[in-house]
């Protein structure tokens, strides 16, 4: 195991850490891979907008699961990363890879974005609980930026709930 940086925590809050932040990492990446599929393949007025809205949007989800990420090497861990680990481990759905209406994406990012931010609450709380402030704090930022997001990205839509 690589050398730890945070050696305030134990080893089984550290051990919990790490497993809760690679958790969390698998469905970051998912959900950036989500916006993606809808950068790629949505159609329908106000296209443009939205297309150009979720590169800023998966960057923000790549800025997260970096500071995932670099937070698990810090405390000795192994980022898990990888496209299998991901399809492994990921809690939120599948996304459709065949809708193109923009009202469509919306409403299956929408929802998935929901699904994303509830799973980082509990992580925010689960941290605070394991007595790690700092990586509660990373998925309070995360949350945030995620939250605002799903409001930019539901705001395209009457029917976004």
Known sequence: MPQNFVPF??????NEMIGLLNDRLADTIDLGNA????????RGTGFIGVHEMLDDVADHLREGSDMM????????GFARGSSQTVAEKTTLEPYPTEIVALED???????????????????????GEAGDEDSADLFTEVSRTAEKDAWFIGSNSAKAA
């Open 9 to 14: 925590l134990n080893e089984n809050a550290r």
């Open 35 to 42: 916006v993606k599929q809808a950068h790629w393949n949505l």
């Open 69 to 76: 990420a670099e937070r698990v090497s810090m405390m000795g």
């Open 105 to 127: 994406h919306v409403q299956a990012l929408v929802s998935r974005f929901n699904a994303y931010t509830t799973k980082l609450r509990e992580a925010v709380n689960a941290a």
